[in-house]
């Protein structure tokens, strides 16, 4: 059994529905029963109807938000981050303005937008908030990381303009698939930098660790931890990076992955071929 598992929330946790499933919840207590901790690794942030998953799958831990620049114990509410700098953030609002993309800024526990657009007013919805235009100066704390909402097919052109000092991955959520979400944060910051802090703390080697996820900014944490799980509606990134791979989020995969955890002990020795 492996002691720890990081869960990723769009696509994994979360499928077209927009919330986790009884039957996840009913296998994520079943493995916190057996005795495993449980830890979101998501790129949202640490409120609205995401805090209220992290709560539930452990009240009293750490877990990972905003793609691992923001580390927040549900019990405590002790805070660890990593800010953005600020030239990068005026170069991303400027490539915003010019492209038309929606950028949100986000402290540990507030977002700000400056738009009133479409994907932003949806976004706010899947995130569980009301949505209010909100510019920079509105922000309660540091900007820990910046998000572009563009149309999928802007995705990789958005990752492209990460300013120097910066390193950006994309997600997609099943629950708003017109939407691609491109996490900026500073460079040597991700869900991997993230996932390696939380196990230390947790005094559990990354060899025993699983993380399970589907999106292209899951791929760092799927190969550094010692099971990386793939869903099996995996972005090709993330199912090359990963040992293992279950069933798609509109089939439960999670809890197909949770069971998995339950039977492996130690590194996977090898990774499959193929996509």
């Known amino acids: 059994m492996l002691p720890l598992v990081f869960i990723d929330v769009d696509g994994t946790l979360v499928g077209p529905a927009g919330a986790p499933t009884t039957a996840v919840w009913d296998a994520a207590a079943a493995a916190v029963g057996r005795g495993q901790h449980l830890a979101l690794a998501t790129a949202r942030p640490a409120f609205g109807a995401t805090w209220g998953w992290a709560r539930r799958l452990d009240p009293d831990g750490w877990h990972l938000f905003q793609s691992g620049t923001s580390l927040v114990h549900t019990g405590t509410g002790e805070v660890r981050h990593t800010t953005l700098p600020d030239p990068a953030v005026g170069r991303l609002a400027a490539t915003a303005a010019e492209r038309g993309w929606v950028l949100e800024l986000y402290a540990d526990r507030d977002l700000v937008v400056d738009s009133d657009a479409p994907l932003a007013r949806a976004h706010a919805d899947l995130l569980g908030i009301t949505h209010r235009r909100r510019g920079r100066d509105d922000l309660d704390g540091p900007v820990v990381r910046a998000q572009l909402v563009v149309p999928v097919a802007d995705a990789a052109a958005a990752r492209a303009v990460a300013p120097e000092g910066t390193v950006a991955h994309s997600a997609t959520s099943p629950a708003m698939p017109e939407a691609a979400f491109v996490s900026v944060t500073a460079e040597g910051t991700t869900k991997a930098s993230g996932v390696a802090a939380l196990a230390a703390v947790a005094g559990v080697d990354l060899a025993e660790v699983a993380m399970v996820g589907d999106g292209n900014n899951d791929a760092e944490a799927l190969a550094a931890v010692g099971h990386g799980i793939a869903m099996g509606n995996a ?41």
């Open 235 to 275: 972005e090709p990134e993330a199912r090359e990076a990963a040992a293992h791979r279950v069933g798609p989020v509109d089939a439960d995969g999670l809890v197909e992955a949770l069971d998995l955890t339950a039977r492996l002990a130690g590194p996977a020795e090898a990774r499959p071929p193929g996509p």
